[in-house]
Each structure stands twice: as C-alpha cells, then as structure tokens.
C-alpha cells in the first residue's frame, strides 16, 4: 500500500469514527432527549464540518468531503431531535 | 495569499470552530451535568481524533496536528466531567 492510499485509509477510519461517533449520541437523544447537549456546541460545530468540507475541496481530499458531509447531516438531525424534546 | 496559505488558513478556522465547540459543552456540563451525552459518542470520537491525528502527521498539516491534540485534550475533560456528574 503506498503512502497515499495508507493515509486514505487513515483519514477513511478517523472519519468513520468522529463522524459515526454521533450515532450513538443521537441514539441517546432518541431515547432520553438532550437537555444537556450545548446549542453553542451543535451550531458551532456545524460551522467547522462546513469549512472542513471547504478545506476538503481545496485539498482534493475525499476522506475529509465525504466525512464532513455525513456529519452535517447528523448535527442538523441532533439539532432538529434536540429542539423536539426540548420544553 | 497563494493558495497553500489560504487553505491552511480555512482549515485553522475549521478547527477553531470544531475544536472550540467542545467549550461551551464543557461549561454546559459544569453548569447541569452530563448525563445525555452518550459515552460511545466520547470514546468514539477520541479514537477519531487520534486518527485524525495520526493522518495529520502524515500529511504535514499543522492545522490538522494542532487541532486535534486540543480536541483530544478537551474531550478527555469532558470525560472525567461526565464521570463526576453521573450518580
């Protein structure tokens, strides 16, 4: 495997576990709602996917596009999960 | 600014904001707890990052390196402050 691939495959397994990582969160929201998840966190974070995704394009890295598409996605749904059980 | 500058730029502002989303979660903890916070969305995302981590060592990304060793730092914390705050 040459250095290229090796660290497509590096970015590929970071990114399936930062972005999967809001599965078992949106998961809890699911069942017990998410009072004690940041707003400031959710939005602010979803601010950065959106530049990293930009970052992604400019470096031509797949890994990075692809990962930060799928985790904009999950904090929109963590954000509209979180505004529905929300008093 | 050529385009090497520019992109280390967006992606320093990435982190910034990716990075820094996890300081008003922290504060949210000290403030009422943690206990919606999934710990398989911690853990998971820890992992990430030290692959993130590792990726940004390989491809020489300052930005990359630098935001995930305070990323890491930070999620930690919210670890332990979790832990603290559960019954």
Redesign the interface.
Known sequence: MD?IT??TA??L??????????V??L???HR???????Y???V??L???A??F??GL??KAAEVILANIIAGLLIVTALVMKRRTEP
């Open positions: 250095a090796l660290n590096i970015g397994l970071a990114a399936a576990c930062t972005t999967g990582s809001f078992p969160q998961l809890k929201i017990q709602g998410g009072r004690d998840l940041s400031a966190m959710l602010l974070y601010l950065g996917v530049l990293w930009t970052y400019r470096i």
